[in-house]
């Protein structure tokens, strides 16, 4: 699969130099067992601690530069970019980086078709709204009691699943993904749209299957929050957001 667009070097915000000793701090280093990892992250591999095999990180801090610089330029133009991740360890920090730029996320299950039918998500997030609007006209109060809080609980059921991307009203430009090993269904659908991808992901990930990988650490709380803070901020500084 090609590679989508990014900012050529001279013209792009590379991350600080001082990157690989933050990197260092949140434990972005450390790897897998040798026998978890995936070939195409051989030429990531420094070497081996205790059994777990180490990070590369100056080649991390290259491919981060490569992934800021595509989502500085996203930014640039305006387009929409949706986060996503199943993994308890990103939940909440998903939510607060997608949050503050005002872009879509999905944390939890990815729902099958989000991108491949994305006609009937779209009808699923309309029948939410016009439930929501019923209830906020008191429409629902005919409704016995009981059938009122069937309304309340299909509501609370559509918000979870669709909450994160009621705002997605078309396609997104990209999406950042929190290990695509674990998202494969996501990037599946992705390729299917041709919609490019970046991704944070461990060394048992298929780099190949990315636009935009970054190898690192993708199962710690503070690596994860380390590098979707430098996406995100990448991001509002080509859209001269404030965060």
């Known amino acids: 699969m090609p590679k989508a667009t990014a900012l050529q070097p001279a013209e792009r915000a590379d991350v600080d130099a001082d990157t690989i000793g933050d990197m260092f701090e949140v434990g972005a280093h450390y790897g897998l067992a040798r026998r978890r990892r995936h070939p195409s992250t051989i030429e990531y591999i420094f070497g081996l601690k205790d059994g777990i095999e180490i990070i590369d990180l100056e080649k991390t801090q290259a491919l981060l530069n490569d992934a800021v610089g595509f ?5 640039e133009e305006g ?3 949706l ?3 199943s993994k308890p360890e990103a939940d909440q920090t998903v939510r607060t980086l997608a949050a503050s730029i005002e872009q879509p996320f999905v944390t939890g299950r990815w729902i099958g078709g989000t991108f491949t039918n994305f006609d009937n998500i779209r009808g699923r997030i309309r029948h939410l709204d016009e439930l929501e609007e019923k209830r906020a006209s008191g429409e629902l109060e005919k409704y016995t009691k009981k059938e009122q809080l069937l309304f309340e609980r299909e509501i609370d059921r559509l918000i979870e699943k669709f909450g994160g991307i009621r705002d997605m009203t078309k396609i997104p430009a990209a999406i950042v993904v929190v290990d695509s090993k674990e998202e494969q269904i996501a990037v599946d659908e992705a390729h299917h749209a041709d919609v490019p991808i970046v991704s944070l992901l461990n060394v048992d990930c298929d780099v190949n299957q990315i636009d935009y990988p970054i190898v690192a650490n ?9 590098f979707l803070q430098l ?10 957001i404030a965060v």
């Open 71 to 75: 989502l500085e330029e996203l930014g």
């Open 79 to 81: 387009q929409q970019i």
């Open 83 to 85: 986060f996503v991740t």
């Open 218 to 226: 993708d199962g710690r709380a503070d690596s994860i929050r380390y």
């Open 231 to 240: 996406l995100r901020d990448a991001y509002a500084r080509g859209a001269d």
